[in-house]
C-alpha cells in the first residue's frame, strides 16, 4: 500500500536542499567550481530516492521523464567543465547555474508528491487489489488487436515512405519530406501500445501470454530504430514497459527500489547500443557526436540562467503575454506556422546561430529540455516558483488517474490516461506548454471528466 509521507519531513528536504544549493551558488561567486553542482545533483538523487523508497507508485511513472532529466544535469556538469555549445555558439563557464536548477526540479517532485496524496485523500484509495483482479478475455483481446494495429500502422508507414534507418539519412530531414500521417499515427500510439503489452506480461497467467506480450514489445522497438527513434525515444520506451511491472509490485507491498535501478540500467544500455547502431549507419562520428549531443541537453538552461537579461524579479513577462494567444489553437500547428516565433521556437529565436534555427524551422525541429528555462525565460527566478508548483500538481493528478486506471485493468481509462500522460511528459520535456494548458488539453480533460462521472458501468478489467 502506499505509504503516507509526513509531509513535514517532505517539506524539510526542499528547505535543506534549497539552503544548501543557494549557499554553493553564492560561494561560487568567490570559489567558482563545477564540484557546486555535483554536489546538488546528488542532493536531488538523495530526495528521489527518499521518494522511491516510500512511496514507488508516485515515483515510477515519472522513471523516464527523471531519466531524461539526468541527461540534463549530467550536460550541465560537462557544460561547466568548458563545453562548447555548438547550436549556440557560447563556451561554458563555472556558474553554478545547475545549482539553481535542482532547487526547481527538487520543488517540482514534491508538488507532484503531495499532489498526489492531496487527491488520494478526496478520491480515496484504489478499490481494486491487484491480487483480486485477474485480467479478462475482453482486456487480453482488445489489447492485442490494439497493440498489433499500431505495429501494422508502423510498418506500412515504412512500406511506403521507407525507414530512415535504412535509407541511412536523420530522422528529422526524413519526416519533413515525407508524408508524416500514417508515421504519426504510429509514433503517437507507441505509449499506449508499451503500456497495454506491459500489462499483459505481469498479469498474464499463462506462458504464452507473455511471450506474446514480450515480442510485442520487441517489435515496438525494432519498428521505433528503424523508423530512426534514438536515445529519447528508447528510454521511454524501455522505461515506461518496466512502469506497470513495478507499480503493480509495489500494489502487493513488494519492494521495488532494486528493481527500479536494475531496469534502468537495462534501459541505458539498450538505449545506448540503438543510439551506436544508428548513428553508425548515418556515417557519424560517434564520440565526437555523442559528447555534443550530451552537452546540448542543458543547454536551454545554462543559456536562459547566464543571460544577464533574466533576474530574481525581471524576466520576459511580455514573452509570455504575447504567447497567450497560442494557447487556444486545437492544432499546435496552427501557431508554429506563424511568422512570430512561440514558445521554445521564441528560445532559439533568440540564443541560437542563424543557421541552426532555420534549418531547426525548416525541419520542424525545436530544443529540449526546455520545461524549467521556458519558465525561467518568461517569470525570473521567484516568479516561476508557483508554475513550478502548478504544473506539478497537475502532473500529480494524470499519474494518479493512470496508476488508477491500471490497478483496476480499465480498459478505457487506460487509454484516456495514456494519452494524457504522453502529453504532460512531451510537453514538459520539450518545454512546450502548449501540452499542459492548451486548448486541446483542457477540452480532453472536460471529456474525461464528463466521461468518468457519468458512465454508470466501470469497465474494470
Given at each position: 500500500?502506499?505509504?503516507?509521507i509526513p509531509e513535514n519531513r517532505s517539506f524539510l528536504f526542499v528547505i535543506i536542499i534549497t539552503f544548501i544549493c543557494l549557499i554553493m551558488s553564492y560561494v561560487n561567486y568567490i570559489y567558482p567550481t563545477v564540484i557546486y553542482s555535483f554536489l546538488a545533483i546528488l542532493c536531488l538523487f538523495v530526495f528521489l530516492s527518499y521518494i522511491a523508497?516510500?512511496?514507488?507508485?508516485v515515483i515510477l511513472p515519472l522513471l523516464p521523464f527523471i531519466f531524461i532529466r539526468v541527461t540534463e544535469l549530467v550536460s550541465g556538469l560537462l557544460i561547466e567543465s568548458g563545453g562548447y555549445l555548438t547550436e549556440t555558439d557560447i563556451l561554458g563557464q563555472v556558474t553554478?547555474?545547475?545549482?539553481?536548477?535542482?532547487?526547481y526540479y527538487v520543488l517540482f517532485y514534491f508538488s507532484v508528491e503531495r499532489g498526489y496524496f492531496f487527491i488520494k485523500k478526496i478520491k480515496g484509495d484504489i478499490k481494486n487489489e491487484y491480487a483480486d483482479v485477474s485480467l479478462a478475455k475482453i482486456f487480453i483481446f482488445t489489447s492485442l488487436i490494439f497493440v498489433v494495429f499500431v505495429l501494422l500502422i508502423g510498418l506500412i508507414s515504412g512500406f511506403k515512405d521507407g525507414f530512415a534507418f535504412l535509407l541511412g539519412i536523420s530522422r528529422f530531414a526524413f519526416r519533413d519530406n515525407s508524408t508524416r500521417s500514417l508515421l504519426s499515427v504510429f509514433l503517437n500510439n507507441r505509449t499506449l501500445a508499451v503500456l497495454l503489452v506491459s500489462i499483459l506480461y505481469s498479469c498474464a497467467?499463462?506462458?504464452i501470454l507473455k511471450k506474446i506480450s514480450l515480442f510485442l514489445f520487441v517489435s515496438i522497438i525494432f519498428i521505433s530504430i528503424l523508423h530512426g527513434e534514438q536515445f529519447a525515444s528508447m528510454i521511454m520506451l524501455l522505461l515506461t514497459f518496466s512502469y506497470p511491472i513495478l507499480l503493480l509490485e509495489s500494489k502487493l507491498n513488494k519492494l521495488v527500489i532494486n528493481k527500479i535501478f536494475k531496469y534502468g540500467c537495462i534501459s541505458l544500455l539498450l538505449s545506448s547500443l540503438a543510439v551506436l547502431m544508428i548513428y553508425s549507419n548515418l556515417g557519424i562520428d560517434l564520440e565526437e557526436f555523442v559528447e555534443k549531443r550530451l552537452l546540448l541537453q542543458g543547454q536551454q538552461w545554462y543559456m536562459v540562467d547566464t543571460d544577464e537579461e533574466i533576474g530574481i524579479f525581471s524576466a520576459h513577462l511580455d514573452s509570455f503575454i504575447r504567447n497567450l494567444p497560442s494557447f487556444f489553437?486545437?492544432?499546435i500547428y496552427g501557431f508554429i506556422d506563424q511568422l512570430v516565433p512561440y514558445g521554445m521556437r521564441e528560445l532559439m529565436y533568440v540564443y541560437a546561430t542563424p543557421n541552426i534555427y532555420n534549418a531547426y524551422i525548416d525541419n520542424f525541429v525545436t530544443f529540449t529540455m526546455g520545461q524549467m528555462a521556458m519558465l525561467l525565460y518568461w517569470f525570473g527566478y521567484l516568479g516561476m516558483l508557483p508554475w513550478v508548483v502548478l504544473t506539478g500538481v497537475l502532473f500529480s493528478a494524470v499519474i494518479f488517474y493512470l496508476n488508477r486506471a491500471i490497478f483496476n485493468k480499465d480498459l478505457i481509462s487506460i487509454i484516456l490516461a495514456s494519452k494524457l500522460f504522453s502529453w504532460y511528459v512531451f510537453g514538459l520535456q520539450q518545454g512546450e506548454y502548449w501540452y499542459l494548458w492548451g486548448a486541446?488539453?483542457?477540452?480532453?480533460?472536460?471529456v474525461?471528466?464528463?466521461?468518468?462521472?457519468?458512465?454508470?458501468v466501470r469497465f474494470s478489467f
Open positions: 500500500m502506499l505509504k503516507e523508497v516510500d512511496t514507488p507508485e553554478a547555474s545547475f545549482c539553481r536548477l535542482v532547487i497467467s499463462a506462458s489553437y486545437l492544432n486541446k488539453t483542457i477540452l480532453f480533460v472536460l474525461i471528466y464528463l466521461f468518468e462521472k457519468n458512465r454508470k
